[in-house]
């Protein structure tokens, strides 16, 4: 999927820039997650393009999921505190 390489480069990018570690999330993971209730299941993947909570009936598609939720990882990972 073009869209997904384009946003993992640029997020890339960003953590290289920032002299940070490369922050790694698993697409295929975050694209299960509600990014409304937190609800993960495969079954919230019905095609391949669309998400559809089964907790909360949340839809959308499914490469916006993905993304919201690879950014959301990513800045909560950012925010943690470091040792
Ligand atoms: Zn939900």
Do not use: M, Y
């Not at 480069?9 to 960003?14: M, N, R």
């Not at 295929?28 to 909360?56: A, D």
């Not at 009936?57 to 990972?77: E, K």
Request: net charge positive.
């Amino acid at each position: 999927d073009a869209g997904w390489g384009v946003f993992l480069t640029i997020l890339h990018a960003k953590a290289e820039s920032a002299g940070r570690e490369v922050i790694a999330v698993d697409p295929r993971n975050t694209s299960r997650t509600c990014p409304e209730c937190g609800h993960v299941s495969k079954e919230n993947r019905p095609t391949q393009e669309t998400f559809l909570c089964q907790s909360c009936g949340h839809t959308a598609h499914a490469d916006t999921v993905g993304a919201l939720n690879v950014l959301r990882a990513g800045l909560a990972r950012r925010n943690a505190p470091t040792a």
